[in-house]
């Protein structure tokens, strides 16, 4: 099965709505990039003291922040989700208007930003009920596909292991905006701004991170099932990995026993994530590596499925490996966290184009050779961009600062930020790239069935820009 046959078993009307979330996702990703190059700048020496307003600086991340990990993966993951269950669609416009209105608000009302880790904030109440509508857009869409009734005969299109990783992600981001509602009614309004901030955001920001790997291995199954043509593992093998990301995300209504001002809950929640992330994804890395080996893998070396899943696994490798060297709070942090995120963009990124594909679009000039570099860009840009944060942290450099809050004291300071800016500079190119290649699809129109059919056939399969639809 290929996604094409996905495209052939939905109805119109859910390929309309998946449609409507991967535009959301794809637009909240073009102005994450162009709010990530100011950032660079802000932190980049020399060239950063041209933010001449720190705090300007620091909206620009909380916006860049909420658009990279909230509106793009969230949007992304329902347009994949819309293919597999019936989705209503007035879901997708209380998103789009949720969207909007803190997007507005960032940069037309007046407003605080407060750098709270996972979900930074404006001290604002129109940023707040922007934030709130679009993540509750998402909860109705997923609750009201399950209790629809209704499943698509895309269940039957996709492999196992990605329907039930899906699932699992869905699961625990209901469980999430669950401990939201908890924490809100239970974090002292009285508190100041940041530690209000801090403590709602905290324990669900940290479940969302095991949401994340559960969507993005997800994908990770999808990609090599297509590669080899088999399934990877009998439905017990899948299960008993998925229950290794299942039980952290039940743990974590128990660490609410004692309240948030509790040590166990501040604590509790670092350690679900910092050992309930990486078992499950490390030996599902094992297993399809296995696969690859076995099949020999100079069979995929144009392929860009293969790229992109292979720079997906790097860059989290990089961040488990980055996380591990966490101890204080310095630019370390980041580092982890932006090899992590940026691992399950490039998944995303690399599920983009058989997803255009089972809209009907699809590229007619460029060729896979382009499209692998595009992963590779992006991947390398992110790795370099982690390494130069991870170094400067190491010797101490402070993170969260821009302009001329940055004080640079040390040579190793100085190669940290260096390192980092070329890497964000080549992150930001593969990402114009990625976004290049998607925008051409989209705006070539539907192919035509004869092109259609050129591009489903094996023997011409080098002319195709994306290999997934031929297997």
Known sequence: MCIQTIANSVSESKMSTSKKWFYLSLFSLVLAGILALILVIGRAPYVNQLIYSPSWAKKCLVIHVNLALGVWFFAFFMSIWSLVYEVPRWPFYLAFLGTGLFAVAAFFLPGNPVLSNYIPALDQPVFQIGIFLFYLAVAFAIIFSFFSGKKELALRSLPYGTILGLQVAAFGYLLAFGLFILTFFLVPTSWKARPYYEMLFWGPGHLL???????????????????????????????????????????????????????????????????????????????????????????????????????????????????????????????????????????????????????????????????????????????????????????????????????????????????????????????????????????????????????????????????????
């Open 209 to 471: 991170q095991l949401v994340h790997m559960a969507s993005m291995t997800s994908l990770w199954i999808f990609f090599i099932s297509r590669l080899l043509q088999k399934d990877l593992l009998p439905r017990w093998g899948f299960q008993t990995l998925y229950s290794l990301l299942l039980i952290p995300m039940l743990i974590t209504p128990f660490l609410y026993i004692h309240g948030i001002n509790d040590a166990l809950y501040y604590r509790g929640f670092t350690k679900i994530m910092r050992w309930g992330t990486w078992p499950m994804a490390t030996l599902l890395s094992c297993i399809l590596f296995w696969h690859l080996t076995n099949a020999g893998f100079r069979r995929f070396k144009s392929s860009p499925i293969f790229w992109g899943f292979s720079a997906s696994f790097l860059l989290m490798a990089l961040g488990f490996f980055l996380g591990a060297m966490i101890s204080r709070s310095t630019t370390l942090i980041p580092a982890h966290y932006h090899a992590a995120i940026g691992a399950v963009t490039l998944a995303y990124m690399t599920m983009t184009y058989p997803l255009l594909r089972s809209f009907g679009l699809g590229q007619k000039i460029l060729g896979p050779k382009i499209t692998s570099l595009q992963p590779v860009f992006f991947g390398l840009g992110q790795a370099i961009f982690a390494l130069g944060f991870a170094y400067g942290g190491i010797h101490g450099l402070a993170r969260k600062v821009y302009g001329h809050e940055q004080q640079i004291r040390t040579t190793e300071e100085y190669i940290g930020l260096a390192i980092m800016g070329v890497g964000g500079c080549l992150a930001i190119i593969g990402g114009i790239l990625f976004l290049y290649l998607a925008g051409k699809s989209i705006f070539d129109g539907p192919l035509e069935e004869k092109e259609k059919k050129d591009h489903l056939t094996p023997e011409n399969n080098e002319k195709v820009i994306v290999e997934f639809q031929v297997y």
